[in-house]
């Protein structure tokens, strides 16, 4: 890494499918601290692309459990009467 802890790699834009891609490799994305399934933000300016991660969320504790939010429902209760009935055009074949 440079003094300023940024470092600058050679990449190639290259088809993939109808678009174009940039491919990150094992050792920009260890550097990045990035790995499969990653959030990242895109910014487009007029020098070019910058991406960087999305800032973690913090998982909240509900709580109650989905189980214990849905114990004792009906449809009744669930208002499942007052759903209006599906078109045949919104029914899948």
């Given at each position: ?81 007052e759903l209006c009935p599906l078109l045949p055009s919104?029914?899948?074949?």
């Open positions: 890494m440079t003094a300023s802890g940024n470092l600058k790699l050679e990449a190639t834009i290259q088809p993939w499918g109808n678009s174009l891609g940039l491919r990150i490799t094992r050792p920009m994305c260890e550097l990045a601290g990035l790995s499969r399934g990653d959030r990242v933000l895109v910014e487009v300016s007029e020098q070019g692309l910058s991406v960087s991660r999305m800032p973690q969320r913090k998982q909240l504790d509900a709580p109650l459990s989905e189980a214990e939010l849905l114990e004792g429902m009906t449809p009744y209760a669930a208002h499942a009467d919104e029914i899948g074949d």
